[in-house]
């Protein structure tokens, strides 16, 4: 079993940044793919952000130039830096983690992110 817990998130002013970490322990293996997820109410949960273990990313194009994703393979964290944040960005951020060649997705609880002046 894997279990994640997400920090970092809060209340933030337009134009601000904000650095959300994620912390995965139990059954890790490598190669595998973390990445940030968010979700609005009434929403479906969709993609920030994802990185391999090899540190190959890909984000949202709401995310381009603004975010950037972290990854620390020994340390099984993943980390995401959001800069010059919208009130749009406002969302409960997720992470989550798929070991190579699976179909399970293990999420985090959570964390919100306010964007509002």
């Known amino acids: 079993q894997v279990q994640l817990v997400e920090s970092g998130g809060g209340l933030v002013q337009p134009g601000g940044s904000l650095r959300l970490s994620c912390a995965a322990s139990g059954s890790i293996f490598s190669p595998n793919t973390m990445g940030w997820y968010r979700q609005v109410p009434g929403k479906h949960r969709e993609l920030v952000a994802i990185i391999t273990s090899g540190g190959n990313t890909n984000y949202a194009d709401s995310a381009k130039g603004r975010f950037t994703i972290s990854k620390d393979n020994a340390a099984n964290t993943v980390s995401l830096q959001m800069n010059s944040l919208k009130p749009e960005d406002t969302a409960v951020y997720y992470c989550?983690?798929?070991?190579?060649?699976?179909?399970?997705?293990?999420w985090g609880q959570g964390t919100q992110v306010t964007v509002s002046s």
């Open positions: 989550k983690l798929r070991h190579l060649y699976s179909t399970t997705d293990y």
